[in-house]
């Protein structure tokens, strides 16, 4: 096996800030799918895609558990957590690893795209014997799995770089002993200040937690190898979608979708109903400069970027000594959804039939 990347405290944090990137990389996609869904009765005067809006609302507060543990190691380790430092957000659409190739990461509005793309983000794959890393260059504002400090290098899925991140933390600790975990436990966020559903979030003080932050982001998104579950009984993000994509939920005992025997696997059980037209037809990747000759528009869009980018401030404040902040991290999410909602609702001038959209570009980082 060749030597870990990780051999030294500051290489550690590189890589765990880039693990909180990735992890808040998902969030924009996932909140812009959900607040998208038009919220419209059937005919029987129930929510049309109620099961989908469940399924994308508890995956963002579950993504949410994602970042925070990742914060968690870090501050473990005495690293401190920044959302707020330059190029945290990345420009969307941002570039996944998916083995060989990248994929898009889009903002786009709920549909069976939005679904494949979910699925590309939450299904890592694992790297052939001598292909954990790959060498390609990327534009750097949009990149995620890179691999920190070696520009044109990037993993061969997420699945590798947390596999790498753990070594580094097995690497070091073997190295440092109990002096790796030097950071003030009194920064831990546990589930005293965040309630996740899905999950439990805990302090991470040692070895053993910090193995265990990794192994529940890991399994939460993917499974729990060869199980499509979570240590906890929880179905793992991969395959809440994959019932979004079938219409389907999983029952007992089905096994995973195989491409290779569609009609023997996937889920089978209760019927999931979807309407895809229920959704605002929102602009896919909107930008702060499409809106120019749109002042009210723009003007929405840039209140918006400002909302998100405070909202960031506010989780780095959390993390970085004031764990109890957390508590208002729901109502924060509720003034962001209104914004959205500021947005969605409108057509953009000259283009029939299309909506307005966040742009997610923080102020001072807009694409010219």
């Known amino acids: 096996m060749s030597s870990p990347k990780i051999t030294t405290v500051p290489k550690l944090y590189d890589y765990l800030h880039h693990a909180m990137q990735i992890e808040h990389a998902t969030i924009p996609p996932y909140l812009l799918a959900l607040y998208s869904i038009r919220p419209e009765a059937d005919a029987n005067d129930k929510p049309k895609n109620a099961d989908a809006i ?61 679904i494949e793309t979910f699925l590309k983000i939450e299904r890592p794959g694992k790297a052939p014997e001598g292909k954990k890393l790959i060498s390609r260059h990327r534009d750097r504002r949009s990149a995620l799995g890179i ?50 559903g899905g999950g439990e979030l805990f302090a991470v003080t040692n070895l053993d937690t910090a193995v265990a932050a990794i192994d529940l982001i890991i399994q939460q998104g993917e499974g729990s190898d060869p199980s499509m579950y979570t240590q906890e009984g929880e179905l793992a993000h991969d395959f809440r979608f994959e019932q979004l994509k079938f219409g389907r939920y999983y029952k007992e005992g089905d096994p995973p979708y195989d491409p290779a025997n569609p009609d023997g696997t996937g889920p089978k059980g209760g019927v999931i109903n979807l309407d895809w037209n229920a959704v605002f037809p929102l602009k896919k990747n909107a930008k702060l400069s499409g809106y120019a000759n749109a002042p009210d528009l723009h003007e929405a869009a840039v209140a918006f970027n400002h909302v998100y980018a405070d909202f960031l401030k506010f ?54």
Request: charged share 20%; glycine share 8%.
């Open 315 to 368: 989780l780095t404040e959390a993390y970085n000594g004031k764990p109890e902040l957390l508590l208002k991290a729901v109502p924060r999410m509720f003034e962001l959804r209104n914004k959205i909602n500021q947005l969605i609702r409108n057509p953009i001038p000259g283009m029939p039939g299309v909506n307005a959209a966040p742009t997610f570009e923080m102020p001072g980082e807009e694409c010219e």
């Open 147 to 196: 691999c920190p400090g070696e520009v044109d290098l990037h993993y061969y899925s997420i699945g590798e770089f947390y596999d790498e991140v753990r070594r580094g933390i097995l690497y070091l600790s073997d190295k440092l002993g109990t002096k790796l975990f030097c950071g003030n436990t009194n920064w831990q966020a546990t589930g005293k200040y965040y309630y996740s």
């Open 54 to 114: 469940q399924v994308l609302r508890v995956i963002v507060v579950e993504e949410m558990l994602h970042l925070t543990l990742a914060a968690n190691i870090l501050n473990a380790v005495g690293g401190k957590p920044d959302l707020a430092a330059p190029g945290f957000v990345p420009l969307y659409p941002a570039s996944l690893p998916d083995g060989e190739n990248d994929f898009k990461v889009d903002l786009q509005p709920f549909s069976p795209a939005a």
